[in-house]
């Protein structure tokens, strides 16, 4: 009997090494196949996509996101793609990547921040942000501008890619990139006062008053106030819409001169 037991024990050994050796054959070449597969074309990127983007090329896009076609789809990092855009384009706000691994398709969708306004200080001329912060210097203000012009009392120097340390002006900024452009189209100027208030001039001789952190809101509202006081026969004057209605007038003692 003892001799019995050693033999199915041995039996038993060889079984349970036979079977891990089969699970050790089958895994290798499972990671054979899977490597293979990593490596096949089938995981390459095959398409690259740039979505909202506004005067910047998809191919510059592209080339500043490291990105080609016949990379490893596995190198595709999105957070990596992102940085790497924003480092090298000031305009662009955010980028979102989306990949199919089954397509081998990468889109990159572009939000861009919007230019808003031209601000002048010093004498010069400068492209401003969404988010407040002077982009480029232009040589002169081009004659069919969708933008208004920007004067902040108190500044007379700008430097790209710094925003304005100044009371009103990150929140005028935001509220001008939410102004529709038909009510910008009478618009000459618009003056931000250091305690955050903005002065618009109108094209008419009229000029707007009102708080700078809810500028757009009052915007629209400009039209509808202008009919009144020209309805009413009111020369060009100061209209004040810091307060409720009825809104105070204020005359110029001279018509001309304002604004622009």
């Known amino acids: ?28 070449f499972v990671f054979i196949g899977l490597v293979v ?30 990105l080609r076609t016949g990379m490893s789809i596995w190198q595709v990092n999105a957070g990596a793609i992102s940085a790497r855009v924003m480092d090298k384009q000031p305009l662009v706000q955010a980028v979102a990547v989306h990949t199919d691994v089954w397509t081998g398709r990468v889109q990159m969708d572009v939000r861009q921040k ?17 988010d407040g912060t002077v982009y480029a210097q232009i040589s002169q203000v081009p004659a069919s501008t969708a933008v208004p012009l920007l004067v902040v009392d108190g500044v007379e120097h ?3 890619g710094v925003a304005l340390h100044v009371g009103g002006w990150s929140a005028l900024c935001r509220q001008l990139e939410k102004v529709q ?12 006062k250091s305690y955050g208030e903005a002065t618009v001039y109108l094209d008419n001789g009229f ?3 009102g708080k700078a952190s809810d500028f757009a809101t009052w915007m629209s509202d400009v039209p509808d106030v202008m009919n009144y006081f020209v309805q009413h026969g009111y020369g060009p004057g100061l ?8 809104y105070r007038y204020t005359p110029y003692r001279q018509s001309g001169g304002q604004g622009k």
Not at 2 to 27: D, Y
Not at 51 to 65: H, K
């Open 1 to 28: 009997m003892p001799k019995t037991k050693t033999v199915k024990g041995r039996v038993g050994t060889k079984r349970k090494s036979h079977v891990w050796t089969q699970r050790i054959v089958f895994a290798f």
């Open 37 to 66: 597969l990593l490596e096949s074309p089938l995981m390459r990127v095959r398409q690259i996509v740039v979505t909202g983007n506004r005067g910047i090329s998809s191919e510059t896009l592209i080339g500043d996101a490291g």
């Open 114 to 130: 919007a230019v808003i306004g031209i601000l002048q200080a010093g004498g010069l001329n400068y492209q401003v942000l969404d």
């Open 158 to 160: 700008a430097a790209p």
């Open 181 to 192: 452009p038909n009510e910008l189209a009478n618009v000459s100027q618009i003056e931000l």
């Open 207 to 209: 000029a707007v008053a």
């Open 239 to 246: 209209i004040d819409l810091t307060g409720p209605a009825p």
